[in-house]
């Protein structure tokens, strides 16, 4: 779901030449598989195409190329940073809602995007929320880093 809501919301921002954006999960649960039948019901719900998705097992090897990688829940964070061949691959890992300029201290999911797989509508529902304000606001701080053109900033 982060995957298709951010390259939409880098679309939007006039960014998407500019970032190369990229999905895989730190298990091998699903590779191979499409998205949930229940994620993209609610990414069509919001107007968004999830129907290319095909889930992939992020490699250790991949992660020292990446000029940041998000992660979606403190779990995900810990085996990303476990796997980080280097302090300066590790140091490029952050949860995603850490760029949620409305993420308070204490927050009751810590930070993380809670795993709807399995649950309501509402819980894919939150997760949709939750990644659209962590995605923009990262998307925000992007299009104010130096070295992004004009022509590509909202």
């Known amino acids: 779901m982060a995957e298709v809501v951010l390259r939409e919301v880098l679309a939007r921002s006039g960014l998407a030449g500019a970032v190369n954006v990229e999905s895989a999960g730190t ?3 699903h590779v191979g598989e499409p998205m949930f ?3 993209r019901a609610e990414l069509a719900r919001r107007g968004y195409d999830g129907s290319a998705h095909q889930a992939r097992q992020i490699q250790p090897s991949w992660l020292h190329r990446y000029d940041l990688v998000v992660a979606m829940d403190r779990a995900n964070l810990a085996a990303l940073q476990r796997m980080a061949p280097d ?3 590790a140091g490029r890992i952050r949860l995603l809602r850490t760029f949620d300029p409305a993420l308070q201290p204490g927050d009751r999911y810590q930070g993380g995007v809670p795993d709807p797989f399995g649950g309501e509508p ?3 529902a ?3 929320d939750l990644v659209l304000a962590a995605t923009t606001g990262l ?3 992007l299009a104010a880093l130096p070295g992004v053109p004009a022509h590509e900033r909202t």
């Open 27 to 29: 298990g091998d649960w």
């Open 37 to 39: 039948a229940e994620a």
């Open 87 to 89: 302090d300066d691959s």
């Open 122 to 124: 509402e819980d894919y």
């Open 126 to 128: 939150l997760a949709f």
């Open 139 to 141: 998307a925000e701080q």
